[in-house]
């Protein structure tokens, strides 16, 4: 059984940080491509960054040059490193596993999310 976990969300001020995690088992993690994504209220969901099984990274323009992206193969996580924070950046992040690069299948596995609430 495939399990996406996400952590490390919550509530910053505008111009802080923040460090998502987010823990996968069941797959065979270092082959995989994995996303985030976020969405947030009354809006659509939205490619946010991804890093593929090869390494290669890939950014959403909105957070380009403020998040940053890794994983650890040894831990099966990936972590989203998010900096300069603003308030627009308020919504709820999922992390995806098994992408294709930036973009999601039908076989893609979601976490539950984790809220991310950034105040002016």
């Known amino acids: 059984q495939v399990q996406v976990v996400e952590s490390g969300g919550g509530l910053v001020q505008a111009g802080g940080s923040l460090r998502l995690s987010c823990a996968v088992s069941?797959?065979?993690?270092?082959?995989?491509?994995m996303g985030w994504f976020r969405q947030a209220p009354g809006k659509e969901r939205e490619f946010v960054a991804a890093?593929?099984?090869?390494?290669?990274?890939s950014y959403g323009d909105l957070v380009k040059g403020r998040f940053t992206i890794s994983r650890d193969n040894v831990k099966n996580t990936i972590y989203l490193q998010m900096s300069s924070l603003k308030p627009e950046d308020t919504a709820v992040y999922y992390c995806?596993?098994?992408?294709?690069?930036?973009?999601?299948?039908?076989?893609?596995?979601w976490g539950q999310g984790t809220q991310v609430t950034v105040s002016s």
């Open positions: 069941g797959r065979t993690f270092s082959r995989d491509d």
């Open positions: 995806a596993s098994n992408t294709a690069g930036r973009l999601v299948t039908g076989s893609t596995y």
């Open positions: 890093i593929r099984w090869t390494g290669f990274t």
